[in-house]
């Protein structure tokens, strides 16, 4: 039972372009979710988080939207610059279950390539 | 400071052995969380330990096991290796403040291959 989806395993897009990346959680009780960005033959690296509490979160190029009521999250990427091709890796995280610890559930990844 | 360490980058290992991957956490960062990648599963969790107690763990078998010593680094074992355990196994580390909210470092992953 997957409870966090990337329904999308790869993307291409221009440079300078938005990206869209979309995720869906089946989990009610996630209420914390982040974005890595994981290139080959390195770990996940963070890029970004939301709190349930919000439904945007923005860092530079990057942003995340969060829709609770559909168990939705997205990342935009604007513009995409060729660095941006990677893995990307959505994850969410029941953060107020203190039992909970630090147990990531992650998404599939979705492969993004930025085309020059 | 420096990133969070694994060792060995690789590994090659037959059916049936066993493997010891070792992970160096941030320093001052006490939670070291370990995950499985594989291409067909994703990224999952394998268990997390804080203080040397194990607080949390996934849905692997018992042949997956891990400690943490005193100085925070830790261990994760895998007996009896079958084809399937051929994954990056990677590291995570973190500073507990509570809530959960905290963001996990990862470290660059042991990559094991079962023969």
């Known amino acids: 039972d997957q409870q966090v989806k990337q329904n999308s395993p790869s993307l291409s897009v221009q440079e300078g372009r938005i990206s869209i990346l979309n995720c869906d959680y089946t989990?009610?009780?996630?209420?914390?979710f982040l974005w890595y960005k994981k290139y080959p033959a390195e770990g996940p690296t963070f890029l970004i988080s939301?709190?349930?509490?919000?439904d945007k979160n923005e860092d530079g190029r990057f942003t995340v939207f969060l829709n609770k009521s559909a168990k939705h999250l997205s990342l935009h990427i604007v513009p995409s610059q060729p660095g941006d091709s990677a893995v990307y890796f959505c994850?969410?995280?029941?953060?107020?279950?203190?039992?909970?610890?630090?147990?990531?559930?992650f998404g599939g990844g979705t492969r993004v390539l930025v085309k020059p | 400071k420096a990133g969070v360490t694994q060792t060995p980058r690789y590994l090659i290992k037959t059916r049936g052995q066993q493997v010891t991957l070792s992970c160096s956490p941030i320093?001052?960062?006490?939670?070291v969380s370990w995950y499985q990648q594989t291409p067909g599963q994703g990224l999952q969790f394998l268990f997390e330990?804080?203080?040397?107690?194990?607080?949390n763990k996934g849905n692997f078998p018992g042949r997956f096991s891990g400690r943490q010593f005193s100085n925070s680094r830790s261990e994760m074992n895998v007996s009896t290796l079958e084809l399937g355990d051929s994954a990056l196994y990677l590291c995570?580390?973190?500073?507990?403040?509570?809530?959960?909210?905290?963001?996990?470092?990862f470290g660059p992953g042991t990559r094991l291959l079962v023969l």
């Open positions: 995570a580390s973190r500073t507990p403040r509570g809530g959960g909210q905290e963001t996990q470092y």
């Open positions: 989990n009610s009780m996630f209420d914390y």
């Open positions: 939301i709190s349930s509490i919000k």
């Open positions: 994850a969410a995280t029941p953060s107020l279950i203190k039992a909970a610890g630090n147990k990531l559930t």
């Open positions: 320093s001052g960062h006490r939670s």
């Open positions: 330990y804080f203080s040397e107690t194990q607080r």
